[in-house]
């Protein structure tokens, strides 16, 4: 993907990251992502103590999944009382992440001991609708942006997607390619698939209010990351059987996104009851 003039360091990122990746790109590539990510790890460490053990982990994820378990305001809103044009804002915000969602986890692969494997490819394997083209999320959301009259082809979407969203999109490849410890990568995802069924019934919620019938998208998401969240559990014990395990990098990862994906969705919302400018493209 081509950079363009005028694009985000993120935009950038994102771009390079889905470029083939000579040395001049890879170069970049690092000169914008490692402050980037730097600051961020450094920052949330600093907001946390560490973590004693495998056990304590899962307890401390419970805890922020508790304590998000109620929905932001913005999920609420979304909910409660999203039109349905601020609904289609949010849609194409998050078209990038839907379009292209698990294919960066891949690089995960061989950097895990096989057991482990196994249970992030059960993940990624439903991912891609278990090789069933209509079961795949990325055309779940096709469908989806159809409904809405959106635009479906990947560059237009890119450029008019926002930085805090390119945050959270821009994170997997660092996770998965060129984070020291694949530890941050297990925690990110075990979040994520935890978070999504609750996050997600706050969307479905919302496409029922507004009559929007493709919204199988979430709905899918709210029952199978339940297992999911199961498997990254696996993913985590198996990695620490093989290798021990840093569970203090497992916590961290998850903050991470938890960061991320609650900043890029606050910010979604906001734009669609027109609180922020709009991305530039
Ligand atoms: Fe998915
Ligand atoms: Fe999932």
């Not at 470029?19 to 907001?47: K, N, Q, S």
Request: hydrophobic share 40%.
């Amino acid at each position: 993907m081509e950079i363009k003039a005028g694009d985000s360091p993120l935009k950038q990122l994102f771009r390079l990251n889905r470029t083939l990746p000579t040395a001049a790109v890879y170069a970049r590539i690092e000169e914008i992502e490692r402050p980037w990510i730097g600051r961020l790890i450094a920052e949330l460490e600093a907001g946390t103590t560490p973590v004693g053990s495998r056990a304590e982990w899962v307890q401390r994820l419970g805890g922020l999944l508790e304590s998000e378990r109620a929905g932001s305001d913005s999920s609420r809103y979304l909910a409660e009382r999203a039109t349905r044009a601020e609904f289609r804002s949010y849609v194409r915000e998050f078209a990038v992440d839907g379009l292209t969602e698990a294919q960066n986890f891949f690089p995960s692969i061989p950097r895990l001991p096989i057991k482990a494997q196994m249970a992030v490819m059960r993940v990624l394997i439903d991912e891609f609708g278990c090789g069933n083209l209509m079961q795949s999320h990325s055309y779940l959301y096709l469908a989806l942006l159809e409904e809405l009259e959106l635009p479906t082809d990947l560059p237009t979407l890119v450029d008019g997607t926002s930085d805090e969203t390119f945050g959270f999109l821009d994170v997997f490849y660092w996770l998965t390619t060129r984070a020291e410890d694949v530890e941050y990568f297990l925690g990110g995802l075990a979040y994520l698939e935890a978070s999504i069924p609750s996050a997600f019934s706050f969307l479905t919620t919302a496409c029922e209010r507004l009559g929007i019938t493709h919204g199988t998208y979430y709905s899918e998401h709210v029952h199978i990351d339940g297992f999911h969240m199961k498997e990254m559990q696996t993913a985590i014990r198996e990695y620490e059987l093989a290798r021990g395990l840093d569970p203090t990098k497992v916590w961290i990862g998850a903050l991470l996104l938890s960061r991320l994906l609650g900043d890029a969705a606050d910010a979604a919302v906001d734009r669609a009851r027109g609180r922020l400018d709009a991305p530039v493209g």
